[in-house]
C-alpha cells in the first residue's frame, strides 16, 4: 500500500498551493484520510481529515483557508491551501486509517511534501 504526496513547493505569504495524496481506489473509497504537518522544531500536527462518509474536519488554525477533499476518479486526496502564511511552512504528510472492527486496524504514512511560504 502507498501514499504519495506530491504538490508542495515555495511560495509567497498570501499565496495558494494545492496538495495531493495519491492512494489506491479502496483506500480513497473507504478510508479515513488525513493531512498532517511538521514544522521545524514542532511536533506534528493535524491539519484536516476526511472520512469515508466524507465527513470533513479541519484544524481551528486552519479553517477558512484550507479544504480536504477526495477524488475517487483520480484516487487522490487533496488538501488545498489559501492565504498562506509564515507558519504555514512545513513537511506535510498525507494519512489514511481503517479500523477492521476485528481488533485489526490499517494505518499508513505518506513520505512527506515540503511547503516553505516565504516573505
Known amino acids: 500500500v502507498q501514499l504519495q504526496a506530491s504538490g508542495g513547493g515555495s511560495v509567497q505569504v498570501g499565496g495558494f498551493l494545492r496538495l495531493s495524496c495519491a492512494t489506491s481506489?479502496?483506500?480513497?473509497?473507504?478510508?479515513?484520510l488525513s493531512w498532517y504537518r511538521r514544522a521545524p522544531g514542532r511536533q506534528r500536527e493535524f491539519v484536516a481529515s476526511i472520512t469515508s462518509s466524507d465527513r470533513t474536519r479541519s484544524a481551528d488554525s486552519m479553517k477558512g483557508r484550507f479544504a480536504i477533499s477526495r477524488d475517487n476518479t483520480k484516487n487522490t486526496v487533496d488538501l488545498t491551501m489559501y492565504s498562506l502564511n509564515l507558519d504555514d511552512t512545513a513537511v506535510y504528510y498525507c494519512h489514511a486509517y481503517k479500523d477492521y472492527g476485528d481488533g485489526g486496524e490499517f494505518d499508513a504514512w505518506g513520505q512527506g511534501t515540503q511547503v516553505t511560504v516565504s516573505s
Open positions: 481506489g479502496s483506500i480513497t473509497n473507504e478510508y479515513d
